[in-house]
């Protein structure tokens, strides 16, 4: 750690506490120290850089070290709230400085303006609680184009007939195509539809101390060692400490917002690595610690007015959980495409992001990228065309030859908020710290899962099209494990249905602040991220605003 | 965290599919030390001591890992130093797995000689006698080849050694295991740290992208 960099006694009551160190933290911990605040970031995870990354897979994922681990911090699942949940791994995010951003796929589509007015559009939907944003797309433009120029973005502006107006094109051109790429897009075109270079947060042109991807492999589940992957770890965080006013404290794992007689927020409550409290004072708080630990925290900061958990007014903390929809085809094709070279997808299209509900029977839509995301384990117990023998000479061949060979359709789509699908406390299991374990209640809404298995027909025509030797699917199933965790603290006007207004303040503390997956109020089509951060530059112009107003002192 | 469960909802979605990420998602970590070992026992003149199996074990656990990944006109999980890997993986990350080989080799003994009454151990069989006493273990192999019912627990014990192969067959060679990059080799992987485009036979005559000639529907 450079010397120069602040260090805050947690006695000073500083600005801000921010929660988290990952897309939503990383970007208000950078907009809030440059304006000029003094802010304090508890990451639960270690700081590790670029030096402690390698393109060995074991190393790297070895023992969780860049995600939640199982052991020490194991999870419950169940399909409904009437049933006794089970011990079992139920979710994965980021761990370390950086968070999620560090290891992710940096698939980054901005959200279209039919995610925001969505409800309005097409009306309710019995039994869920779909509702539109506090806020449009028109709102968050000018924020997507603050993320592609600042973090990181390579794309091509206009090069989908089904995208949102933007003010300002990419930053720099797309990466280069792969050969899973150039199969999808002429087999997409072929059918009529509209592939288009996939806009990824990687770098296709060095930026300042951040090399331009150099298509290792390594990609989904690793951290960058060049930093061309637009993590936070490898932008935000680096600018908000190059302003002298930020300290990224790692290690810190907090379990408790702490209120003062008068309900106002005073600080976190963490454990540092030795397991010590200490309490961060904090003239606000912000909690960016993702869609389950940010309602899980809320709900372990119970007070007097508030039994049920911190500004939980509403009954909404933790509920409403969208994972986004999923279903994959496979592909073999006759040459090698290598596509185990470079990061995972360089083609989508968006044909089918609004489907018309009366003619396929369900709501929904989505989008389908080409893609190859596995390593040569994983692979080899995964990858291969379900016929193929498990073990043996068979099985031997099938790996020699498909390995080069193989390419994904990954087909993404929208999930229905439901009051029941949540991230709660188990009353039973405990944590190593001895804090009660998330519990995952979750059973998608049917038309979620007619909507993906309804693109993955759309995926079978494309690998058809296209010429694949062999092809198969994996049919969407009843998800049980979490990757995007989102609308588990939603946005909305009304305090009675949401849990933070417009300016991502929560409804009922005046100084808390929430913004990271929680806040979405829709699921969009499956690339979260980059409405995150763009929410994250947003909300921090907002609470600077308030700041500035003088709303968030005493 | 696997390779692909890392986190991946792809692996998610395989999941229910029968991909067995559990195994190597809750042992990623040490599977590093295991391989180092393996590649350092596959370097060395004189083997390192074996820490878990007595000699004949590792007779018997080397020879059904080389029914698992053959060896034919290239490397197999012999050639790939398997068997070391396996030995250091149930003395640090897997030891919770101890107790799988010490009841599944005793069990696999008992069926080679109820099979095969002339054969003694699995390591005397011929290959064609090795793969049936295998299939005789394979849940997932298909009812005809499947003699009889494995007891749960030899169920795990073949399942884990499986896994426990491919691991040791297809980890970064660079790093650990994966004797000389033998299982790399296999599947076509180069060893280069960063590659350049084209990548691909379909890649290599791209000319660039063109917006589809057909317009957008919108509705």
Same mark, same amino acid.
């Given at each position: 750690?450079?010397?120069?960099?602040?260090?805050?006694?947690?006695?000073?009551?500083?600005?801000?506490?921010?929660?988290?160190?990952? /897309?939503?933290?990383?970007?208000?911990?950078?907009? @809030?120290?440059?304006?000029?605040?003094?802010?304090?970031?508890?990451?639960?995870?270690?700081?590790?850089?670029?030096?402690?990354?390698?393109?060995?897979?074991?190393?790297?994922?070895?023992?969780?070290? @860049?995600?939640?681990?199982?052991?020490?911090?194991?999870?419950?699942?169940?399909?409904?709230?009437?049933?006794?949940?089970?011990?079992?791994? /139920?979710?994965?995010?980021?761990?370390?400085?950086?968070?999620?951003?560090?290891?992710? +796929?940096?698939?980054?589509?901005?959200?279209?303006?039919?995610?925001?007015?969505?409800?309005?559009?097409?009306?309710?939907?019995?039994? +869920?609680?779909?509702?539109?944003?506090?806020?449009?797309?028109?709102?968050?433009?000018?924020?997507?184009?603050?993320?592609?120029?600042?973090?990181?973005?390579?794309?091509?502006?206009?090069?989908?007939?089904?995208?949102?107006?933007?003010?300002?094109?990419?930053?720099?051109?797309?990466?280069?195509?792969?050969?899973?790429?150039?199969?999808?897009?002429?087999?997409?075109?072929?059918?009529?539809?509209?592939?288009?270079?996939?806009?990824?947060?990687?770098?296709?042109?060095?930026?300042?101390?951040?090399?331009?991807?150099?298509?290792?492999?390594?990609?989904?589940?690793?951290?960058?060692?060049?930093?061309?992957? !637009?993590?936070?770890?490898?932008?935000?965080?680096?600018?908000?400490?190059?302003?002298?006013?930020?300290?990224?404290?790692? *290690?810190?794992?907090?379990?408790?917002?702490?209120?003062?007689?008068?309900?106002?927020?005073?600080?976190?409550?963490?454990?540092?690595?030795?397991? *010590?409290?200490?309490?961060?004072?904090?003239?606000?708080?912000?909690?960016?610690?993702?869609?389950?630990? +940010?309602?899980?925290?809320?709900?372990?900061?119970?007070?007097?007015?508030?039994?049920?958990?911190?500004?939980?007014?509403?009954?909404?903390?933790?509920? *409403?959980?969208?994972?986004?929809?999923?279903?994959?085809?496979?592909?073999?094709?006759?040459?090698?495409?290598?596509?185990?070279?470079?990061? /995972?997808?360089?083609?989508?299209?968006?044909?089918?992001?609004?489907?018309?509900?009366?003619?396929?029977?369900?709501?929904?839509?989505?989008?389908?990228?080409?893609?190859?995301?596995?390593?040569?384990?994983?692979?080899?117990?995964?990858?291969?065309?379900?016929?193929?023998?498990?073990?043996?000479?068979?099985?031997?061949?099938?790996?020699?030859?498909?390995?080069?060979?193989?390419?994904?359709?990954?087909?993404?789509? +929208? !999930?229905?908020?439901?009051?029941?699908?949540?991230?709660?406390?188990?009353?039973?299991?405990?944590?190593?710290?001895?804090?009660?374990?998330?519990?995952?209640?979750?059973?998608?809404?049917?038309?979620?899962?007619?909507?993906?298995?309804?693109?993955?027909?759309?995926?079978?025509?494309?690998?058809?099209?296209?010429?694949?030797?062999?092809?198969?699917?994996?049919?969407?199933?009843?998800?049980?494990?979490?990757?995007?965790?989102?609308?588990?603290?939603?946005?909305?006007?009304?305090?009675?249905?949401?849990?933070?207004? /417009?300016?991502?303040?929560?409804?009922?503390?005046?100084? @808390?602040?929430?913004?990271?997956?929680?806040?979405?109020?829709?699921?969009?089509?499956?690339?979260?991220?980059?409405?995150?951060?763009?929410?994250?530059?947003?909300?921090?112009?907002?609470?600077?605003?308030?700041?500035?107003?003088?709303?968030?002192?005493? | 965290?696997?390779? &692909?469960?890392?986190?991946?909802?792809?692996?998610?979605?395989?999941?229910?599919?029968?991909?067995?990420?559990?195994?190597?998602?809750?042992?990623?970590?040490?599977?590093?030390?295991?391989?180092?070992?393996?590649?350092?026992?596959?370097?060395?003149?004189?083997?390192?001591?074996?820490?878990?199996?007595?000699? $004949?074990?590792?007779?018997?656990?080397?020879?059904?890992?080389?029914?698992?990944?053959?060896?034919? $006109?290239?490397?197999?999980?012999?050639?790939?130093?398997?068997?070391?890997?396996?030995?250091?993986?149930?003395?640090?990350?897997?030891?919770?797995?101890?107790?799988?080989?010490?009841?599944?080799?005793?069990?696999?003994?008992?069926?080679?000689?109820?099979?095969?009454?002339?054969?003694?151990?699995?390591?005397?069989?011929?290959?064609?006698?090795?793969?049936?006493?295998?299939?005789?273990?394979?849940? &997932?192999?298909?009812?005809?080849?499947?003699?009889?019912?494995?007891?749960?627990?030899?169920? $795990?014990?073949?399942?884990?050694?499986?896994?426990?192969?491919?691991?040791?067959?297809?980890?970064?060679?660079?790093?650990?295991? &994966?004797?000389?990059?033998?299982?790399?080799?296999?599947?076509?992987?180069?060893?280069?740290?960063?590659?350049?485009?084209?990548?691909?036979?379909?890649?290599? $005559?791209?000319?660039?992208?063109?917006?589809?000639?057909?317009?957008?529907?919108?509705?």
């Amino acid at each position: 750690m450079r010397s120069d960099l602040p260090k805050y006694k947690t006695s000073d009551e500083v600005d801000f506490v921010i929660i988290g160190s990952g /897309a939503a933290g990383g970007i208000l911990a950078k907009e @809030l120290s440059t304006n000029g605040f003094r802010v304090v970031v508890l990451e639960q995870g270690p700081y590790l850089t670029e030096s402690d990354f390698s393109h060995n897979e074991i190393e790297i994922l070895a023992q969780d070290k @860049l995600t939640n681990h199982p052991k020490l911090q194991p999870n419950t699942f169940r399909k409904t709230p009437d049933e006794k949940a089970k011990p079992q791994r /139920a979710l994965v995010y980021g761990r370390c400085v950086g968070g999620t951003s560090v290891h992710f +796929t940096a698939n980054f589509w901005r959200f279209h303006e039919i995610d925001f007015i969505e409800r309005s559009k097409i009306g309710a939907i019995a039994g +869920t609680t779909f509702t539109d944003w506090p806020i449009t797309y028109a709102d968050i433009e000018p924020y997507y184009t603050k993320v592609e120029w600042e973090i990181g973005v390579s794309g091509l502006a206009g090069a989908s007939p089904f995208d949102p107006p933007r003010s300002k094109p990419y930053p720099m051109p797309p990466l280069p195509v792969k050969s899973s790429g150039v199969i999808f897009e002429r087999a997409a075109n072929k059918l009529g539809w509209h592939p288009f270079p996939a806009p990824m947060a990687i770098l296709s042109q060095p930026r300042p101390g951040r090399s331009a991807c150099i298509n290792c492999g390594f990609c989904l589940a690793f951290g960058c060692e060049v930093g061309a992957k !637009s993590s936070s770890l490898a932008t935000a965080v680096r600018m908000a400490e190059k302003t002298g006013r930020c300290e990224i404290r790692p *290690n810190s794992y907090v379990h408790r917002i702490e209120t003062d007689a008068n309900g106002r927020a005073v600080g976190a409550v963490y454990f540092d690595e030795q397991r *010590n409290t200490h309490l961060q004072k904090a003239k606000a708080v912000v909690v960016c610690a993702n869609g389950a630990e +940010t309602p899980r925290l809320l709900l372990l900061s119970p007070n007097k007015q508030f039994p049920n958990g911190l500004a939980n007014s509403s009954g909404f903390v933790g509920k *409403n959980l969208m994972l986004n929809s999923g279903a994959i085809s496979m592909g073999v094709f006759e040459h090698p495409l290598n596509d185990y070279k470079g990061f /995972a997808v360089s083609r989508i299209f968006h044909d089918f992001y609004e489907l018309d509900a009366q003619k396929v029977g369900f709501y929904g839509g989505g989008g389908i990228d080409a893609r190859f995301d596995m390593t040569p384990i994983g692979f080899a117990m995964g990858g291969l065309p379900p016929d193929t023998p498990r073990w043996g000479k068979g099985f031997k061949a099938a790996l020699s030859h498909n390995f080069t060979r193989t390419m994904e359709i990954f087909c993404h789509g +929208t !999930s229905l908020p439901l009051e029941n699908n949540s991230f709660s406390l188990d009353p039973d299991l405990k944590d190593a710290w001895g804090l009660p374990a998330l519990r995952l209640t979750y059973k998608d809404h049917p038309d979620d899962l007619k909507l993906v298995n309804w693109l993955n027909v759309r995926a079978q025509e494309l690998l058809e099209a296209a010429g694949a030797e062999k092809k198969w699917s994996y049919p969407a199933q009843e998800q049980q494990f979490a990757v995007h965790l989102l609308g588990t603290c939603r946005m909305g006007n009304d305090p009675k249905t949401s849990v933070i207004n /417009a300016d991502h303040r929560t409804h009922d503390v005046k100084n @808390l602040f929430l913004c990271d997956g929680s806040s979405l109020v829709t699921s969009g089509r499956g690339q979260p991220t980059m409405t995150i951060e763009a929410l994250a530059f947003r909300a921090a112009d907002r609470i600077t605003a308030l700041a500035k107003r003088g709303e968030l002192s005493a | 965290m696997t390779t &692909n469960e890392l986190s991946r909802r792809t692996f998610l979605l395989r999941a229910g599919t029968g991909i067995s990420a559990a195994w190597v998602s809750a042992h990623w970590p040490a599977l590093l030390s295991a391989a180092t070992h393996a590649r350092q026992a596959a370097k060395a003149a004189a083997p390192p001591k074996f820490e878990f199996f007595t000699p $004949d074990q590792v007779v018997e656990i080397d020879a059904i890992t080389a029914r698992i990944i053959p060896t034919d $006109d290239t490397a197999g999980a012999r050639e790939a130093g398997v068997v070391y890997f396996i030995d250091r993986a149930l003395v640090t990350f897997d030891t919770e797995n101890q107790k799988t080989y010490r009841e599944g080799l005793p069990e696999l003994r008992a069926r080679v000689t109820e099979m095969f009454p002339a054969v003694s151990k699995f390591s005397a069989a011929t290959p064609e006698e090795q793969d049936e006493i295998l299939h005789s273990f394979d849940e &997932n192999t298909n009812s005809a080849r499947r003699p009889r019912r494995a007891s749960p627990g030899a169920q $795990d014990f073949f399942e884990t050694l499986r896994q426990h192969t491919i691991a040791g067959f297809l980890i970064d060679p660079d790093y650990a295991g &994966n004797n000389s990059g033998a299982g790399w080799k296999v599947i076509g992987r180069e060893r280069e740290h960063m590659f350049q485009s084209p990548f691909g036979y379909y890649d290599k $005559d791209y000319v660039g992208w063109q917006p589809a000639t057909k317009d957008a529907n919108k509705s």
